[in-house]
T-cell receptor, first 115, second 114 residues
């Protein structure tokens, strides 16, 4: 999961396993949450998003869970593949506010998938 | 669709010189563009928010005279790092938003100041 500090949390899994990446967000007014995947030397790539009026959303092989009570977000990746190896970031936004959709990123988690 | 490009993809410069980075939305109009900086093994830190035709809004601790942002059109924003120093070496990433919610990210520009 996410943590404060310069050392990114890491998660190592075997190919085919399910992965769960966690994120604690800080702003109780945030109403829009996104998970991004970033490969080395590239910009973030959108994976899945969820609004605060939902607690679960599913995509292709990915599921995002939102627990507003404890301000916790998780990303579940089913049947993880070596190509899923990357750094994963959660981001929060107050889309209904006046911040022009400004995103605040979490610390990131390094996912390594072993063949 | 929703492609954002950055140019250059990497740049090496001498200390004291200025470097301009371009961010373009290729297939949509971006009312808002954002500039981020990312140091190795760290998260993205927002530097500034830029709306077309108006002055950029800088985050706390980011010097507006050091990092000049111009958003002259709905498809182009530029970031100029003035009088760059080694501590400015970083990965600079832009994003563009057509609707103040969804952000599409560019591929990033790696800056190395010698």
């Amino acid at each position: 999961g996410e943590s404060v500090g310069l050392h990114l949390p890491t998660l190592s899994v075997q190919e085919g396993d399910n992965s769960i990446i966690n994120c604690a967000y800080s702003n109780s007014a945030s109403d829009y949450f996104i998970w991004y995947k970033q490969e080395s030397g590239k910009g973030p790539q959108f994976i899945i998003d969820i609004r605060s009026n939902m607690d679960k959303r599913q995509g292709q092989r990915v599921t995002v869970l939102l627990n507003k009570t404890v301000k916790h977000l998780s990303l579940q990746i089913a049947a993880t593949q070596p190509g899923d190896s990357a750094v994963y970031f959660c981001a929060e936004s107050n889309a209904g506010g006046t911040s022009y959709g400004k995103l605040t990123f979490g610390q990131g988690t390094i996912l390594t998938v072993h063949p | 669709g929703a492609v954002v490009s950055q140019h250059p993809s990497w740049v090496i410069c001498k200390s004291g010189t200025s470097v301009k980075i371009e961010c373009r939305s290729l297939d949509f109009q971006a009312t808002t563009m954002f500039w981020y900086r990312q140091f190795p093994k760290q998260s993205l830190m927002l530097m500034a928010t830029s709306n077309e035709g108006s002055k950029a809004t800088y985050e706390q601790g980011v010097e507006k005279d050091k990092f000049l942002i111009n958003h002259a059109s709905l498809t182009l924003s530029t970031l100029t790092v003035t009088s760059a120093h080694p501590e400015d070496s970083s990965f600079y990433i832009c994003s563009a938003s057509p609707n103040q919610e969804t952000q599409y990210f560019g591929p990033g520009t790696r800056l190395l100041v010698l």
